[in-house]
Every structure is written in C-alpha cells, then in structure tokens.
C-alpha cells in the first residue's frame, strides 16, 4: 500500500488543499508558513498523533461547519481479496464493492467534529467513485436488508446466504447504475454491517517515522528517541506476519474461552446474555520494545552534541538503504530540515542517501528545507511549493504550477537547476526528442538524464552566445550545450566536449519519413527521401504537402515538431544503425563530460 495523495481540509493554515506525494518529496517554503504541518498532518492520520481546538483553520467563516479533515489516497491492488464485512469470513475485493475513487485509489478520510469548541474522535469515511442508486451503500447493509432488496426488486443471486453475492447480483441486475465520483461511505458507524475499515487497513498502512527539528534537551531527547523507534519500527516491519499470526492464534483463544464462559454463564440464567463477542484491541508490536544507546565509557549517547545525533539519524538511513528488505510493508520517512546542524559535505551524504532509499518502490522520504544546494540536488517534480495565497489560506503548487519566480524568491535560487549539471537545448522539442532517447534501455543504461536540468535557449543563435559568453562560468554548474547543425557548414564556435552537434540538420530529420507520411498521411518525393537528412521537415511537411494545423504557417511547423515528439509517433519508430550509433555516442560523451 502506497500513499499517493493528500488532502487537508481547515487544518491550522489549509483550508483546502491537495497535494501528490512520490517518492521522494521536498517541501520548501517560507518560514512558519506549513511545511511542517503537513508533516504533522500525516503524523495525526498515521499514529493518532494529539490534535486539539487549535488545530482547526481559525478563519472559517461563522456559518459554515467546523471540522478538520486529512484524507489520503493510497496506492492498492484493485483485485486483492479482502473481508469487509463484520458477520461473515467471506473474501471480497475493493473493485467489485466499487470502493476506489475516481482515480482507482483507495481514499480514506479522518474527520474531526470541532462544532463544541473541542475536536471530537475522528468518524472515517471512503470516498469512492460508487453507484448512487441506493439510499445505502450495499456494503453497509445487513444480509436482511440485502435479502429484502433483491427480493422487492427481482432480483436473484446464485447464493442468497452471502453477502458478497447479493451485493454482486444487485449491482450486476441493476439498470442503469449511476455514480458519484466522490461518493462518502461511512466506516465508523455501528448502525452497518460493515468492520471499521481504517482500523482493517491500517496494519496495511505504510509506517509513518517523522523526524523533527526541534530539540528538546532533555535526558529523552526526541531526536534521539525517533531514531530507536525507527530502528524498531523497520525491525518489527519483517516480522509483521509471523505477529499477525500469533494474533490471529491469541484472538481464537480468547474467543473459544468466551464461548465456554457463555456456556457457564447461561447454567445460571438463559437471559442474561446470548452471545458474548470480545473487543479486543491489542498494541502494535513495535510499541512493546524501547532502548536506549550507550557509547565509549558507558555514556548516553543522547548527551552528545546535535550535530552527533543528526549523524546518528544519518547512519540509520545509510544503514536502512543498504539492507535488504524482507516486508512487503511499505514505510515513509518525515523529516525536517535534514540539513540542521550539519557540514556541508554531510547535507550532500544524506540527500545522496535519501535519494537512494526513495528508488525502493516500499519506501518514500518527504522532507522539509530552506538550503537552496539541497533543492538543487532533486528535480522539479520532487518539489512541493508551500506559500500563502493571501493572509488566511495556504496554497500548494506542484510540477508545472510551481511559480519559478516566487520560488526564486523564497530560497534565492531556482530550485529545478539538479547539482548534477545543465544541458542547454535550442528549444522544448529538442528536450522531447532526447527524453524520448532516455526511454530506450540502451541509452538511459549509459547515463539517467532525469537526472540532469534542461533549459531551452530558443534559437540556435542563443546557444552560440551562451556558449561564447559561458554565463556560467564562475558557479559550480556544469554546463553542456546541445545543438542542431541546421543549414550551415561551419564549425561549432567553440570546439570544446561541452558541445554536442547534431550530424543532421535537426533532430526531425532523425524521424524516419515513412513515420512521418503515416502519421500526415502525406507522401515525400523521392528527392526528398534522398536528401532526408538535410531537409527542414516541418517546413516541407507545412509548404509543400500542405499539412496545415493552424492558419499560421509558422504555428503549424511548431504543431509537427511537438506531433513527431508524442508518444503516438516514437511507438512506431525504428531507428536505424547509423542514428542508434550516433545517439550512443552523444550519451557517452554526456556521461564522460559530467563524471569528470
């Protein structure tokens, strides 16, 4: 089970507000304006971490209702047999009860009532994309109601005694089922049939491990303290079936010894009780365990200086990356400001390590931060841009939303420069085209380019300058320039291994032009064919073969340059020796160039 998604809804600064989550996340922002709410947020959800009254946005207006809500949207297989309801031990799946939402994601939401001046315990509640024919969601009714319903309806199940099945023949005989695509079941109420779903999944749930900022210099440093329960935590995670098991076994105990008591109880009075059913609610396993750590001479680790400590938290997560995981449990790291207290070269050790933790597909690392060099080592699509809208709402902007120029501000840098370096293009196909390169296996074993920042420079004439001035030149960014040979003969200004040049006018040409004619359902002339590679495509395509997109020329060129970069096109495209030799060649001299 993976977190995919967030929502808060009137929790301290958020009033409504959704964001993505991968697997790796750095939210940046401003001082004191969310980042670590979201952190906290996330801690509630997962650990019933306490939240009181001042938790709740305090600019919701009089007449609308006081509540908080943090909903997370999970990652899960469709189609895995699972028992949601309460009175039998039959095996169903969250696609067939229609209890995904829109996205295909398992949405649960945490609702806390504040309408008393207090925050109530949390009711929770699906939001799934689920018929809305039925007073009551199926899944919440008893087999009598079920029963009552197929029978006044016509309606006949292959097995009238199963819930599931009724459930089935009523949402398979059913004309015409509409759907809400944010349709609320309630998990939490005792008036249904159905078990209390977030208590179901959350032994499913990803471990949830913050790590904070603050330091509370105390014998019990907390810092100190998440650290162990961290250890414990990941120990514990391998061990999560054999603990489940043994539950299982303790429950069926339990419940054989009640049934005998039933027994001898009705020896004394058949009233007083017909069934004697036990609430058992056991600790999770890693909340038995706690230690401490001792250094040299029997000192507490824990009265080391901060920085030590944060090099402890360090070593865990190198030591975490290393091991080989046997749980099938997924777990999320939370952590404030990696950076405190620590050198330089230690801030790129863990960036470096947490980025490497975040490639498992079980584990997934959300961070805080204000240091413009740890921004730079993530791509843009890592980021969360927290800031506020106006004085009592904040906003998050993610991938194409972030607004370079407010995040310029905030941290005096722009964050989607990767410290692994920068390959100028002349324009936004060129970025395309090699991207598309970066999927075949051959070339992305050579180098990653997602791991490299792409900038445009919007004309061949722009890339000249650039690389005639080297902007650049006195920070740490190391900078390659990628250029079409277009129609001239000259060599490039400066004959340096920071320049790659095309050996064809431009990266269409590298297009093979039966791709082309199939999809403008156009047909080149055979000089045309003959000289491929030299030929200014679009142009032809638009002037010559009239294939017009807009009434603008020039637009319609553009249009054909960004068509032959879609997925469409490049899904039928076999190159030939000569172009796979040649992208091989621009790839190793990428990879030479920024490993020296």
């Given at each position: 089970m993976k977190l995919c998604k967030v929502k808060l809804v009137n929790f301290r600064g958020y009033k409504n507000a959704t964001f993505n989550i991968t697997n790796l996340n750095v939210i940046i922002g401003k001082n004191d304006v969310g980042k670590s709410t979201i952190i906290d947020a996330l801690d509630i959800y997962f650990n019933d971490a306490p939240i009181d009254i001042n938790d709740l946005n305090v600019h919701i207006?009089?007449?609308?209702?006081?509540?908080?809500?943090?909903?997370?949207?999970?990652?899960?297989?469709?189609?895995?047999?699972?028992?949601?309801?309460?009175?039998?031990?039959?095996?169903?799946?969250?696609?067939?009860?229609?209890?995904?939402?829109?996205?295909?994601?398992?949405?649960?939401?945490?609702?806390?009532?504040?309408?008393?001046?207090?925050?109530?315990?949390?009711?929770?509640?699906?939001?799934?994309?689920?018929?809305?024919?039925?007073?009551?969601?199926?899944?919440?009714?008893?087999?009598?109601?079920l029963k009552r319903m197929a029978r006044d309806s016509g309606i006949n199940s292959t097995n009238?005694?199963?819930?599931?099945?009724?459930?089935?023949?009523?949402?398979?005989?059913?004309?015409?089922?509409?759907?809400?695509?944010?349709?609320?079941?309630?998990?939490s109420t005792k008036d249904t049939d159905i078990i209390e779903l977030f208590k179901k999944f959350k032994d499913d749930f990803p471990s949830y491990m913050p790590f904070r900022a603050d330091r509370t210099n105390t014998d019990k440093d907390k810092e100190v303290n998440d650290t162990t329960k961290a250890i414990t935590k990941t120990v514990v995670a391998g061990m999560e079936t054999e603990f489940q098991e043994m539950k299982n076994k303790i429950n069926e105990k339990i419940q054989e010894l009640a049934s005998k008591t039933l027994e001898k109880l009705k020896t004394f009075d058949e009233n007083i009780a017909n069934t004697l059913k036990p609430d058992i609610d056991s600790k999770a396993l890693d909340s038995l365990f706690s230690f401490t750590f001792s250094c040299d001479d029997g000192i507490s680790f824990n009265k080391r200086g901060s920085g030590v400590k944060r090099l402890m938290l360090l070593s865990f997560f190198l030591a975490d990356a290393e091991r080989k995981n046997t749980s099938n449990k997924g777990v999320i790291y939370a952590i404030e400001e990696?950076?405190?207290?620590?050198?330089?070269?230690?801030?790129?050790?863990?960036?470096?390590?947490?980025?490497?933790?975040?490639?498992?597909?079980?584990?997934?690392i959300l961070l805080t931060t204000h240091t413009p060099e740890i921004v730079k080592m993530v791509n843009k699509e890592n980021l969360i841009f927290v800031q506020k809208a106006d004085d009592k709402s904040v906003i998050?902007?993610?991938?194409?939303?972030?607004?370079?120029?407010?995040?310029?501000?905030?941290?005096?840098?722009?964050?989607?420069?990767?410290?692994?370096?920068?390959?100028?293009?002349?324009?936004?196909?060129?970025?395309?085209?090699?991207?598309?390169?970066?999927?075949?296996p051959t070339l992305k074993a050579i180098v990653d380019l997602t791991q490299f920042t792409f900038i445009p420079l919007h004309g061949s004439g722009n890339v000249d300058t650039w690389i005639k001035e080297n902007y650049l030149k006195d920070s740490n960014v190391k900078c390659l320039y990628f250029k079409d040979r277009d129609d001239d003969t000259a060599p490039t200004i400066i004959q340096d291994n920071n320049v790659i040049k095309t050996s064809k006018r431009e990266i269409e040409n590298y297009i093979p032009f039966t791709v082309v004619e199939n999809r403008f359902d156009i047909q080149f002339t055979d000089a045309e064919k003959q000289d491929w590679d030299n030929i200014d495509v679009a142009s032809v395509a638009v002037n010559d073969h009239a294939v017009h997109l807009n009434s603008d020329n020039k637009q319609s060129e553009n249009i054909v340059k960004n068509i032959l970069q879609s997925k469409e096109v490049w899904d039928n495209i076999t190159f030939a020796e000569a172009d796979l030799s040649e992208f091989q060649n621009w790839f190793n001299r990428m990879k030479t160039f920024f490993d020296n």
């Open positions: 207006p009089a007449q609308e209702p006081k509540f908080i809500e943090i909903s997370c949207c999970f990652e899960v297989d469709p189609r895995e047999p699972i028992t949601l309801d309460s009175s039998e031990n039959t095996a169903t799946c969250l696609e067939n009860e229609y209890l995904l939402n829109k996205d295909g994601l398992l949405e649960i939401s945490k609702i806390y009532d504040c309408s008393n001046g207090k925050v109530s315990k949390a009711n929770t509640r699906i939001i799934a994309k689920h018929p809305n024919n039925f007073e009551t969601p199926l899944i919440a009714l008893k087999i009598t109601d009238d005694s199963i819930k599931k099945e009724i459930r089935k023949a009523i949402f398979e005989q059913t004309a015409n089922l509409t759907f809400d695509d944010e349709f609320a079941i309630e998990t990696p950076e405190t207290s620590q050198h330089p070269d230690f801030q790129i050790m863990l960036m470096d390590t947490l980025k490497q933790l975040s490639t498992a597909n079980d584990r997934q998050v902007q993610q991938n194409d939303a972030i607004e370079l120029k407010k995040v310029a501000d905030t941290l005096g840098i722009l964050p989607f420069v990767s410290y692994k370096g920068v390959i100028f293009v002349e324009g936004t196909t060129d970025i395309k085209f090699l991207k598309n390169l970066n999927n075949l």
